[in-house]
């Protein structure tokens, strides 16, 4: 006798695997993009002072403005400031975006754009053009994963 399958069963289970992939592939983007941002040198990025910026720099995963996934705010040096900082921008951020999986990574402190302009240090820039290049690549892993 032939199993039977249960369609809203299997449409459901496909819908987890599909979930469960795409924040897996999210998560290890946002990993490798604060790994890139907060584990250089001074000299490639920017030398602390508080520890505040490096402090407040996470990611978090969101689908329809709910957020699935934080990454860890690791505090540096006395920059606990920076930690809730980040997390609070990044929270902000994902209330704006609805209907689609988004993460967002952030470097909290409001003078973040300033370091990287007026003193010509990198904090995010090259890390954000580095992630635009690896989105596709991720998308297309991430569609022959649900293909199998």
């Excluded at 001074?42 to 957020?67: F, M, P």
């Excluded at 990198?122 to 022959?144: G, I, N």
């Amino acid at each position: 006798m032939a199993k039977r399958i249960d369609p809203a069963g299997y449409v459901v289970k496909c819908n987890e695997i599909i979930k469960s992939l795409t924040i897996r592939a999210l998560s290890e983007l946002g990993e490798e993009c604060v790994n890139r941002v907060r584990d250089r040198s001074g000299d490639e990025s920017w030398y602390d002072q508080t520890g505040n910026l490096r402090s407040s720099v996470g990611y978090v995963i969101a689908h329809n403005k709910n957020i699935i996934q934080y990454s860890t705010f690791n505090q540096v040096m006395q920059g606990s400031e920076g930690v809730k900082t980040g997390k609070d921008l990044a929270e902000e951020l994902a209330k704006r975006y609805s209907n689609n999986y988004v993460l967002i990574v952030v470097a909290g402190m409001n003078y973040a754009e300033f370091v990287e302009a007026m003193d010509n240090k990198d904090v995010l820039a090259s890390t954000e053009l580095w992630a635009r290049e690896q989105v596709p690549l991720m998308l297309e892993k991430l569609k022959r994963q649900i293909a199998k």
